[in-house]
């Protein structure tokens, strides 16, 4: 099946620790995408990648690091010093990342602090 | 102000009921909208799709766009309880970045 997975479903993050989300995709979409989701508020952008080796901050990057070493995979990493890292991640791609190719997403990962 | 303003609801109708979901946004740039449906504790599904002004239909949905008032709507016909969950709405201009509405809460009672 094509798709978007993300692993794992749920995350446990404690104090000054770092943490990977992955994010994985079989549709061969050049442009990959990190939201979050916070209760009551639309999606935010942190990181989003056109193609391979390349990847661009978002509206709220900081406390995040990304990186886009093959086509399929944009692991997230949260940070220590992200202190506010609770919230629903979603992983996203599309085609191309002009303006006409829809966005897909993946079932997210809920990260809480320990 | 935000964006793109989005009533978060709850919205509870009964079964059958016609829904109607509603955006309003202020970036005069956007000419691409989404309407995606999320479903408790999963990543958000694309419904429908739409360029610029103008109708589409696709089954019991149709997605309604009104650039002069920067106005988006859902419509779901003949609604079922299968259709409860959250509605976000997503527009983008040129630029690469969905901006996303909050989210409307959608119940269908049977």
């Known amino acids: 099946d094509g798709g978007i997975t993300q692993s794992p479903k749920y995350l446990f993050r404690k104090e000054g620790q770092n943490v990977t989300l992955s994010c994985e995709q079989n549709?061969?979409?050049?442009?990959m995408y990190w939201y979050r989701q916070d209760p009551g508020q639309g999606l935010r952008l942190i990181y989003y990648?056109?193609?391979?080796?390349?990847?661009q901050k978002g509206d709220i990057a900081e406390g995040y690091s990304v990186s886009r070493e093959k086509k399929e995979s944009f692991p997230l990493t949260v940070t220590s010093a992200q202190k506010n890292p609770t919230a629903f991640y979603l992983c996203a791609s599309s085609i191309m990342a002009s303006g006409n190719q829809p966005q897909h997403f993946g079932d997210g990962t809920r990260l809480s602090i320990l | 102000q935000k964006e793109v303003e989005q009533d978060p609801g709850p919205l509870s109708v009964p079964e059958g009921a016609i829904v109607s979901l509603n955006c309003t946004y202020s970036n005069s740039a956007f000419q691409y909208f989404m309407w995606y449906r999320q479903y408790s504790r999963k990543g958000p599904e694309l419904l429908m799709y739409t360029y610029s002004s103008g109708n589409k239909e696709d089954g019991r949905f149709t997605a309604q766009v009104d650039k002069s008032s920067k106005y988006i709507s859902l419509f779901i016909r003949d609604s079922q309880p299968s259709d409860s969950a959250t509605y976000l709405c997503?527009?983008?201009?040129?630029?690469?970045?969905?901006?996303f509405g909050s989210g409307t809460q959608l119940t269908v009672l049977p």
């Open positions: 997503a527009m983008r201009g040129s630029a690469r970045q969905l901006t």
């Open positions: 990648s056109q193609i391979v080796n390349d990847f």
């Open positions: 549709l061969n979409h050049d442009a």
